[in-house]
């Protein structure tokens, strides 16, 4: 593995500001959060990018069609859209960078002057198609034959519409000259790549040989000056590709910077989803190759979510804004569903059907209806508080050891981006708590006269104490667990437990700790909240 640094540092791509988010965005979003809040949870130094991306044509050209400057469009769609989808998806991400901001700008052109000196950079001329929904210089074999309205056509393979042809006068970047070490470097980090099938699909792209690449433009202006000719700008995905070194303060002189960029850098990983691919594994290193910067730890491209069969996005009409989802289902929900039933790497597609009943069976009949049941028993039986427990079984054994198979198993999940997995070990200690209590009917055991005190309340230490006490241990292992993944439900399960004044606030207990039992102390206040996740009765209809 490449040179890990001491902070778990993790990116998302930096999104256009042409248009509001969509489901797509938020799922590579919601993901990068769910990661580093594991890692949190773990008591690791975590620092978590993301931003947008504000320069090239598509967003000057989304600005003049609506009669503004660029720059107020990309203000506009920022302070309106991308900071407030963070907001209502619950991510804690800790910086927030616009390519338009003097500490991205100014560290671009340094990087690219450096460049230049080192004589990785030189004037050239540029001849081929462009798809400016892509921002990419295309190759020939990268075009599919138009359908319908642009039959008879060349149009890029992912919007299906037509490519520009270029013709510029251009700097280049040497790119060819990576082609063998960025094959060595996969060879020898099998893991920088990841899932495999994107590993397989970069080396084989780098096999044919990589040519040089075009890194500026001179036909309009909305970009970075290239500092040595302001009449081109930098090509935009040169540009945003230096994110995530410029946002944690690159070549800094300020010494706070400075400190941060040293334990931060390189990347543990970029999460992008599999259509910027190219970019990030093969430009990005061969850029930081030439600058002479440590290679980032992985790149993880994630499938796409599709909608009908296909990518969902805006310009196709198959966009879903994530308050579509959130309005009904909430945080939580959105945050769970994609994370689970996406196997992470693989397309997904999404429907409101298996939405709802997946939100029926697994948050509101299989997670939310135990936490309050459980509560709602210690509320019966004990006046909420919670008894001391008796001797333990091969019963309550049985779940401790489910408890720590689910932590193991997730951990190790997590370590591999396999968020499903991950989301489905911590499943089976809800499932396995759920079949508990079925097998243990606590409402028979307090029955028996054995179990009531002469004053008739339930006795301590008697059967019905350990399997309620057992429950609300097998719940404080689930708000720890789940606590990436559904923060607010875990945050009210907490808060329900009166873990709190005993154990200390939520995100303070590492996860490796989660399964070890006996932990929430005889006399602990349980309250019976508001449900986790009320049934929906009415699911939503697309
Ligand atoms: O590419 N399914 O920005 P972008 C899953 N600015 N994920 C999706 C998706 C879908 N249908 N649609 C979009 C850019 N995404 C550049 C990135 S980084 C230095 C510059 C997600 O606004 C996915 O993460 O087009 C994809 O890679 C990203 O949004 C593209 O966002």
Not at 105 to 121: M, N, P, S, Y
Not at 328 to 345: M, P, V
Not at 487 to 499: C, H, I, M, Q, Y
Request: proline share 6%; with cysteine; aromatic share 10%.
């Amino acid at each position: 593995m490449p040179d890990a640094s001491s902070t778990f540092y993790l990116t998302t791509p930096i999104y256009y500001v042409n248009d509001a988010p969509h489901i797509g965005h938020a799922y590579t979003t919601v993901a990068a959060d769910v990661i580093t809040r594991w890692h949190r949870q773990r008591q690791e130094p975590v620092w978590f990018l993301t931003g947008t991306d504000e320069h090239g044509q598509k967003v000057m050209r989304t600005a003049e069609a609506n009669g503004v400057t660029p720059q107020q469009w990309a203000d506009r769609l920022v302070e309106d859209a991308w900071k407030p989808v963070l907001e209502t998806l619950d991510v804690r991400n800790d910086d927030f960078i616009r390519t338009t901001q003097a500490r991205h700008t100014e560290r671009v052109q340094a990087f690219i002057q450096d460049l230049k000196d080192k004589g990785e950079i030189y004037a050239g001329s540029y001849e081929g198609p462009y798809c400016v929904g892509c921002e990419e210089f295309k190759l020939p074999g990268d075009l599919v034959d138009g359908t319908g309205e642009y039959e008879g056509q060349k149009v890029c393979a992912i919007h299906s519409t037509p490519v520009e042809m270029l013709s510029e006068q251009n700097y280049f970047f040497r790119m060819s000259a990576y082609t063998q070490r960025l094959l060595d470097f996969y060879e020898q980090n099998p893991t920088f790549v990841q899932p495999a099938s994107a590993r397989n699909e970069v080396i084989s792209f780098v096999k044919q040989g990589l040519q040089d690449l075009s890194i500026s433009r001179n036909t309009f202006d909305w970009g970075i000056p290239i500092p040595w000719d302001t009449s081109h700008v930098l090509y935009v995905w040169f540009d945003a590709l230096l994110n995530y070194a410029t946002a944690i303060g690159v070549d800094s002189d300020d010494p706070e910077e400075k400190a941060r960029f040293e334990r931060t850098w390189p990347a543990n990983v970029h999460l992008v989803g599999k259509d910027i691919l190219r970019f990030h594994a093969v430009i990005w290193p061969a850029m930081l190759m030439a600058a002479g910067l440590p290679l980032p730890g992985q790149v993880f491209a994630h499938g796409w979510l599709l909608v009908g069969g296909e990518k969902m996005s805006k310009s196709k009409l198959t966009g879903i804004a994530p308050s579509q989802i959130i309005d009904t289902f909430g945080s939580d929900a959105f945050r769970y569903y994609f994370l689970r039933s996406i196997a992470f790497g693989q397309d997904g597609s999404f429907s409101w059907e298996d939405l709802a009943a997946r939100y029926q069976a697994e948050l509101a009949n299989g997670f939310g209806n135990l936490a309050s049941r459980v509560a709602a028993m210690i509320g019966k039986y004990y006046g909420g508080v919670l008894p001391q427990a008796g001797p333990q079984t091969d019963a309550e054994e049985t779940l401790a050891a489910v408890a720590a198979r689910a932590v193991t198993d997730a951990e190790d999940a997590m370590d591999r981006l396999a968020l499903h997995e991950a989301i489905s070990a911590v499943w089976t200690l809800v499932e396995a708590t759920n079949g508990y209590i079925t097998e243990q009917e606590p409402w028979k055991v307090a029955k028996d006269p054995a179990e009531v005190g002469p004053d008739g309340a339930a006795v301590q230490g008697g059967r019905l104490a350990t399997i309620l006490v057992t429950a609300a241990e097998a719940l404080r292992a689930l708000a720890v667990l789940l606590n990436p993944v559904t923060p607010k439900a875990a945050a009210a399960l907490w808060e329900s437990l009166g873990a709190e004044p005993a154990l200390g606030a939520l995100a303070l207990q590492p996860v490796d700790a989660a399964a070890r039992w006996g932990q929430l102390p005889a006399g602990t206040v349980v309250t019976k909240g508001a449900s986790l996740f009320p049934r929906i009765e009415e699911p939503a209809a697309s």
